[in-house]
């Protein structure tokens, strides 16, 4: 099986677990510790938050402040347009922030979110039928 696991920086591990909670995540415990908490979005997909000290330890390179510069950017693909605005809502009330104003076009809805950390989600609803007859 192919997975993927995004390692992401964090300065306080509860609060941005909590966030990625908000967001529909769920933590598996066998990759959770005290230094990092692996948050499950798919089978194929995890993001494992990782405590600065812990980070530190393993990367040798000077840590980016994404609440100062831009990064890498994700996207979550989400089932229809009153899903893109509830998890959004949720996300702010755990602790994340809005970037940029809600993109609604006829065939896709995006609301981008920054977690604590200022890592950037764009939660996404894509009507597959009417993107293709677009053109």
Same mark, same amino acid.
């Given at each position: 099986?192919?997975?993927?696991?995004?390692?992401?920086?964090?300065?306080?591990?509860?609060?941005?677990?909590?966030?990625?909670?908000?967001?529909?995540? #769920?933590?598996?415990?066998?990759? #959770?510790?005290?230094? +990092? %908490?692996? !948050?499950?979005?798919? @089978? $194929?997909?995890?993001? !494992?938050?990782?405590?600065?000290?812990?980070?530190?330890?393993?990367? %040798? %390179? *000077?840590?980016?402040?994404? $609440?100062?510069?831009?990064? *890498?950017?994700? #996207?979550?693909?989400? @089932?229809? +347009?009153?899903?893109?605005?509830?998890?959004?809502? $949720?996300?702010?009330?755990?602790?994340?922030?809005?970037?940029? *104003?809600?993109?609604?076009?006829?065939?896709? #809805?995006?609301?981008?979110?920054?977690? *604590?950390?200022?890592?950037?989600?764009?939660? !996404?609803?894509?009507?597959? @039928? %009417?993107?293709?007859?677009?053109?």
């Amino acid at each position: 099986m192919k997975q993927l696991f995004l390692n992401l920086p964090s300065e306080n591990l509860i609060k941005s677990q909590a966030f990625y909670e908000a967001l529909g995540f #769920t933590v598996n415990p066998i990759f #959770t510790d005290a230094d +990092q %908490k692996c !948050m499950v979005w798919s @089978e $194929q997909i995890y993001v !494992m938050l990782q405590a600065f000290s812990f980070t530190d330890q393993h990367v %040798k %390179k *000077p840590r980016a402040n994404f $609440q100062e510069v831009s990064g *890498p950017s994700f #996207t979550l693909p989400l @089932e229809n +347009q009153l899903q893109v605005l509830e998890l959004f809502q $949720q996300g702010i009330d755990a602790g994340g922030k809005a970037s940029g *104003p809600i993109l609604d076009e006829s065939f896709m #809805t995006l609301r981008s979110i920054e977690d *604590p950390d200022g890592h950037l989600w764009g939660l !996404m609803y894509l009507n597959r @039928e %009417k993107f293709e007859q677009r053109n």
